[in-house]
């Protein structure tokens, strides 16, 4: 016996929490990536902490920044988000074991990404609705 699967309680409501989440997303990626590429001396101060080199600084502010663009495009919207889910595990991990400072903002972020990116998977996994076949006219 086959169940079909419930369809969302409210539709319309995922939909405009998740173009919000994309929507704070993208301004506060973008922000944070231009501050990288831009050099921004505390960015360049704090990449000179973790140790890793300038490098790292414009591959993670490039990243940031393409990131926060995919994820107002719904077709890539999912794997942007993903993209930035993954880049705040490890902004996270460098804060606790690196940087010794709260991870409070980079955790939100994570939670952020990792719902916009969900409800992204789940949109373009989820298999098309059944059209109904056209009925040929009796005229």
Do not use: C
């Amino acid at each position: 016996m086959t169940t079909a699967a419930a369809p969302a309680a409210h539709p319309r409501a995922l939909a405009v929490a998740t173009w919000v989440g994309r929507g704070l997303l993208a301004l506060v990626f973008l922000g944070a990536g231009a501050s990288k590429l831009a050099g921004d001396p505390a960015m360049v101060w704090m990449f000179g902490e973790i140790g890793s080199g300038q490098w790292l600084r414009y591959v993670v502010g490039g990243l940031e920044v393409a990131g926060a663009v995919g994820v107002l495009v719904p077709r890539l919207s999912a794997l942007a988000a993903t993209g930035l889910a993954l880049l705040m595990v490890g902004a996270t991990v460098t804060n606790l074991t690196v940087l010794d400072t709260p991870p409070w903002s980079t955790l939100a972020l994570l939670v952020v990404a990792a719902l916009v990116a969900w409800a992204g998977w789940r949109r373009l996994l989820s298999p098309a609705p059944a059209r109904e076949r056209a009925l040929p006219s009796d005229t």
